[in-house]
């Protein structure tokens, strides 16, 4: 890894792991709650963009603090210390359009990072009503209550922005995730039926995200209408974390998960499918590094990101991990990737693709 990539990789964790003040600064505020990681804001650093906690509890007490005079903004130590210079992407211009009958297009699909369309189809969830039984850390349902986004978009309305959005702000790849319906497909239907609809009226790279099917025909289906690369996400890989952690998701044995990993990359392609394994919630270093390297080896690619405490969710107040774990394990992770066949960059779309959740890409790189 170059020494700048380096640096800005350390960096990048620091500001993820404590999150930053943010007084409101302009540019695009980012989002709160809703499907994975989120109570962020994007930054470009360097020209990388990533996104950085700042309204969760813990980065109100975060060491760092954005701040902006006339057009420049910064991230400084609120010690006094070091300012690096950043720059918040402005809102897009999609935001300012809805469809026929009025809804805003930014209640059906949001900009993330730099250029990444990203929706969640269905913002319920099968295991969400029970909080015993919910992923502990997630908040799919919380931006359903202030009616900032639908409880349902339909293909037509998610093809509708990516024209728009592509048209008008060149995002590069659509990121289309969801809560998991009641039905053995596990929402790989919703998933077909809007990347054919998307990719009717746009031709967008497009990820889908969802538990996995019971029927494996649907990793065919979803291929054959256009989706491009799979995400099924562990989260968390001990035994006891997984249960204290996805109480009802840890239903599904990680044998299982392996057993849907093979069926995946023999319709996707080896790399062209990933996982979110979400560091800093009980799962020790060794095991994160262990699981990243039995994935490689299936073709799974291991998106590592650190544990973000989302307000409002049963882990609000547990801690985010340390700026050194995270660096262990990317280090580790980083390394096992460049030694293999798979690497953020050759997905054809996705969050390992985005890469702003996390600073395992900016590990990853060679000189
Ligand atoms: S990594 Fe995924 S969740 Fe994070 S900003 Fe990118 S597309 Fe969104």
């Known amino acids: ?39 962020h804001r994007a930054l470009t650093i360097d020209g990388t963009t990533v996104m950085v906690p700042v309204y969760t509890t813990a980065s109100q007490a975060s ?12 991230v400084a130590e609120r010690s006094g ?32 990072g730099r250029d990444v369309l990203a929706t969640t189809l269905l913002q ?22 202030d009616g ?5 978009k339909t293909p037509a309305q998610v093809a509708e922005v990516a024209e728009a959005a592509v048209r008008l702000d060149g995002v590069t790849q659509l990121v289309m995730t969801t809560g998991t319906p009641n039905s053995d497909d596990r929402g790989a239907r919703l998933m ?22 019971e029927d494996p025909i649907w990793y065919r289906r979803m291929k054959e209408a256009g989706v491009d690369s799979l995400g099924m996400h562990l989260e968390v890989v001990e035994p006891q974390v997984r249960r204290r952690i996805l109480p009802g998701k840890s239903e599904l044995t990680l044998d299982r998960y392996d057993e849907a990993f093979a069926e995946a990359v023999a319709v996707f392609g080896r790399g062209q499918v990933s996982t979110y394994l979400l560091a800093g919630l009980g799962d020790r270093a060794e095991s994160l590094i262990a699981c990243s ?26 801690p985010a991990p340390s700026s050194s774990f995270m660096v262990e394990v990317y280090t580790a992770v980083a390394a096992q ?17 985005c890469g702003a959740c996390s600073a395992l890409s900016l590990f990853e790189q060679e000189l």
Not at 345 to 353: D, E, N, S, V
């Open 1 to 39: 890894m170059s020494e700048a990539n380096a640096s800005l990789g350390r960096l990048v964790t620091e500001l993820q792991v404590h999150g930053v003040v943010d007084p409101a600064v302009a540019g695009n505020p980012g989002r709160r709650g809703g499907a994975g990681p989120s109570d």
């Open 63 to 74: 060491p760092y603090l954005l701040q902006q005079e006339g057009d420049a903004v910064a």
């Open 81 to 112: 210390g070091a300012v690096v210079a950043v720059e918040p992407p402005p809102e897009p211009a999609f935001y300012g359009l809805r469809t026929a009958d009025g809804i805003p297009y930014r209640a059906i699909a949001l900009l993330h």
């Open 124 to 145: 319920t969830c099968i295991r969400f009503r029970d909080r015993a039984e919910s992923c502990q850390f997630c908040a799919i349902e919380q931006s359903l209550d």
């Open 148 to 152: 900032r986004t639908l409880v349902r």
């Open 192 to 213: 077909a039926e809007t990347a054919a609809a998307v990719k009717a009226r746009v031709n967008l790279p497009i990820q889908a995200q969802c538990e996995p099917p």
């Open 293 to 318: 390297e039995r994935l490689i080896a299936l073709g799974v690619y291991p998106f590592v990101v650190p544990f973000v405490p989302i307000a409002g969710t049963p882990l609000e107040h547990h």
């Open 337 to 353: 990737l460049r030694a293999s066949d798979l690497s953020a960059q050759a997905m054809a779309a996705g969050c390992a693709k």
